[in-house]
């Protein structure tokens, strides 16, 4: 394992150590689609502030099992809510919700002497985290794209009614990093795309370790066999190369973007009653992401 995590990431960290005493929420945005696997674990309780889990790209998870989460989590005494940043209603949900929690002061604490209250919004690169902000501004304040660790920067956004949104590179730790393929299916951290073969045979693999293999069309067919799989997806989208032979990495890559973008339906890889994130992190010679 490597000793040194990337330098954007560790100035994250520094960020966060450096802000907090001014800041009085956190706002964790996780990926609604790997609610526990996309989160930090442990790292927010450290922090001893207020705070609110968004379950972010809720719009590309399934419903059902977003309210078991949201549940789960509430059980468990944190305050959560889903939020779709296309929806005003849901965006509007988040925003009052922020507003409350930044506002309260937890026992044995005093009140801030500003008026002004802060939030610091923490996630793994590419969760939304600036698209959100974005939404919560009703303008585009914070950069985004498509592709993991496009902020680099410290920013503060200036939202209506006296609070402020600080918008953070995102963060890993070493669990996370050793999560790489995984979350790379979510589109979250990055990593490299050479092989779209192989990164589609580990999407299939979750996705029947999970109990979604129905949602690939043809898989169930071929016996749950990826190659089998792969060509008959390829044959089915008339992706082939000459002779007519199917092009599997043009598959390959089909099945990725489509399952990245909804294509397949809204999709939860992780069930809130299930451990299944943590069973393949325990998997021998899983290497760390490479940045």
Not at 240 to 252: L, N, Q, Y
């Amino acid at each position: 394992m490597n000793k040194e995590l990337p330098g954007h990431i560790k100035k994250a960290f520094k960020s966060i150590d450096h802000f907090l005493p001014v800041v009085d929420l956190v706002v964790e945005l996780v990926d609604a689609r790997m609610p526990n696997g996309s989160r930090l674990k442990g790292f927010i309780d450290r922090l001893g502030k207020n705070s609110v889990i968004a379950l972010a790209k809720s719009d590309l998870a399934d419903e059902s099992e977003t309210r078991k989460w949201i549940k789960r989590f509430t059980e468990e005494g944190m305050t959560c809510v889903a939020v779709d940043c296309r929806d005003r209603q849901s965006v509007k949900r988040l925003t009052t919700l922020i507003k409350t929690a930044a506002f309260t002061v937890k026992p044995g604490q005093k009140p801030p002497a500003r008026k002004v209250r802060r939030a610091m919004i923490i996630g793994v690169p590419n969760v939304g985290k600036s698209t959100l902000i974005n939404s919560l501004a009703g303008r585009k304040a914070a950069r985004t794209a498509n592709m993991p660790g496009v902020t680099r920067n410290i920013q503060w956004i200036k939202l209506s009614g006296e609070l402020e949104l600080l918008d953070l590179p995102g963060v890993l730790d070493y669990g996370l990093l050793r999560r790489g393929d995984i979350l790379r299916l979510i589109n979250t951290v990055p990593g490299k795309d050479e092989d779209t073969w192989s990164y589609a045979k580990t999407l299939t693999h979750v996705l029947t370790l999970t109990g979604n293999q129905a949602v690939l069309p043809g898989l169930i067919d071929c016996g749950e066999s990826y190659d089998r799989f792969i060509d008959e997806y390829a044959r089915r989208m008339n992706f082939c190369i000459k002779g007519g032979e199917p092009d599997s990495e043009r598959a390959a890559t089909d099945v990725i973007r489509r399952f990245q973008s909804g294509g397949f339906g809204r999709i939860t890889i992780e069930k809130s009653d299930s451990d299944v994130i943590e069973l393949l992190d325990l998997q021998p010679d899983k290497p760390e992401v490479e940045f």
